[in-house]
Structures are given as structure tokens and as C-alpha cells.
């Protein structure tokens, strides 16, 4: 499965959500009759944000972010080793910490980096409003695909701060890995893809242009509350 953009990948996620909702109807879920007025979408900035309104949308939900920071490896910003949301401590993989000889405390110059960076983009992308009240509420976590999942952890982790009802994290694509981790932290994972010969996330998309803060503004504006 490939996704032309990822606002493509959020109208075939969306779909797939309005089958989910349908067939958890007869079920007790938390969310039934495939749509989602009284839930929450919350994207993963930036990659995660066009991909979200595709799904709340459709769901006729309100969109907005949650933002959480992936930590690099020193001089390889890529590598995932940890990740960062709210005001939760850092989560880092202790196998990668291992095999790089590393430690949190070695990491901390990182970790205050990165937190920095998390704060600035809670203040622009908000422009001064509320975090929305989550208590008791669904909450739709939605990303462009998961890699490691850590950062998608990190931020299930600091969403159940906040008392949601259930925490149902859908993303396009996700390595089988991922989102078998990730059962045992949201409610439920929705994936259209868990291919084992994962690669990258960008491998999935034609487009996988990288957003800008702009870009997420303007995403956020046009979407319902």
C-alpha cells in the first residue's frame, strides 16, 4: 500500500475509521455510528496535521495538535533513541541507549533541546488558546505513520494524564513492531499498513514533502474546533 500525499493517506484512514466506529458499534466501544462528535482529533505535528484533517473532516470532529519531540542520537538526528510530550519526563529506548553508550543523564543537553523546541511550537501553532479539555472525552491520536513509536508512546503516555475516556491512535502506516508496542499503550490501533520490511515512514508516500510551521497554521485555521 502507497498513499500519494498525506492527505490521501487521511482520506483512506478516514474510511478505514468510519468502518472502525461502524463495527464497534454493536460492541460497547468508546465511539460508535462511524462518525466522531464528541471525540477529539489530535495530530502529531507537523507530518501527522494534514493527515488529521482529512480524518476529523470526515468525522466531524475537532482537529487539533499535540505536540511531542522525537530524540535524536548525537550526530545522528534521525535515529530515534527517545521522545518527549507534555510535561512527562523524556522516554528513551534503553536498548539504543545501550548500544550507543549512552545515558539519560549524557542526554540532557538534548532533552532540554528538544523540550525547548516542543514549548515553541505548543505557543505558535495554540497562538495563545487552550489546550482543549480531554477529560472524560475520546481522543483520536493521528500521525503519518510510526517508525520506532516512540514519540506516538511518549505522547499516549502524557495524553492519559489528562483522564480521556479511551486514546484510539491511527495512523496510514506503521511497522509491525510499532504498532504491536503500541497495543499495550492506546486503547486501540488503527493501521491501514504494518508491513514487516518496514524502512522508513516517506517510503509509503509519493509526496512526503517535509511541512512547515506555516503549513501546520494554515491546516489548523481551516479546521473545526
Known amino acids: 500500500m502507497r498513499f500519494a500525499d498525506r492527505r490521501d493517506a487521511g482520506r483512506r484512514l478516514a474510511t478505514r475509521l468510519q468502518e472502525h466506529l461502524r463495527e464497534r458499534a454493536g460492541d460497547g466501544g468508546p465511539v460508535a455510528g462511524g462518525s466522531a462528535p464528541g471525540a477529539v482529533v489530535l495530530a502529531l505535528p507537523r507530518g501527522g496535521v494534514p493527515v488529521a484533517a482529512e480524518v476529523a473532516g470526515r468525522l466531524g470532529a475537532g482537529l487539533d495538535v499535540f505536540v511531542a519531540r522525537k530524540i535524536g542520537a548525537p550526530g545522528q538526528p534521525e535515529l530515534a533513541i527517545g521522545a518527549l510530550a507534555g510535561d512527562e519526563p523524556p522516554l528513551f529506548a534503553p536498548r539504543a541507549l545501550d548500544h550507543l553508550g549512552l545515558s539519560a543523564e549524557r542526554m540532557a543537553p538534548d532533552v532540554a533541546r528538544e523540550r525547548a523546541e516542543l514549548r515553541r511550537r505548543e505557543e505558535r501553532y495554540r497562538g495563545g488558546r487552550p489546550a482543549p479539555a480531554l477529560t472524560g472525552r475520546t481522543v483520536l491520536l493521528v500521525d503519518d505513520g510510526l517508525a520506532t513509536g516512540l514519540t506516538a508512546t511518549a505522547a499516549v503516555r502524557a495524553l492519559r494524564r489528562h483522564r480521556p475516556a479511551a486514546v484510539l491512535l491511527a495512523v496510514p502506516v506503521a511497522?509491525?513492531?510499532?504498532?504491536?508496542?503500541?497495543?499495550?499503550?492506546?486503547?486501540?490501533?488503527?493501521?491501514?499498513?504494518?508491513?514487516?520490511?518496514?524502512?522508513?515512514?516517506?517510503?509509503?508516500?509519493?509526496?512526503?514533502?517535509?511541512?512547515?510551521?506555516?503549513?501546520?497554521?494554515?491546516?489548523?485555521?481551516?479546521?473545526?474546533?
Not at 503500541?182 to 509519493?206: C, K, M, N
Not at 509526496?207 to 473545526?224: N, S
Open 175 to 225: 511497522s509491525a513492531q510499532a504498532a504491536d508496542a503500541l497495543r499495550h499503550e492506546a486503547d486501540e490501533v488503527v493501521a491501514l499498513a504494518t508491513p514487516w520490511d518496514f524502512g522508513s515512514v516517506g517510503q509509503w508516500y509519493d509526496d512526503f514533502a517535509q511541512l512547515t510551521d506555516e503549513d501546520v497554521l494554515r491546516l489548523l485555521h481551516a479546521a473545526p474546533r
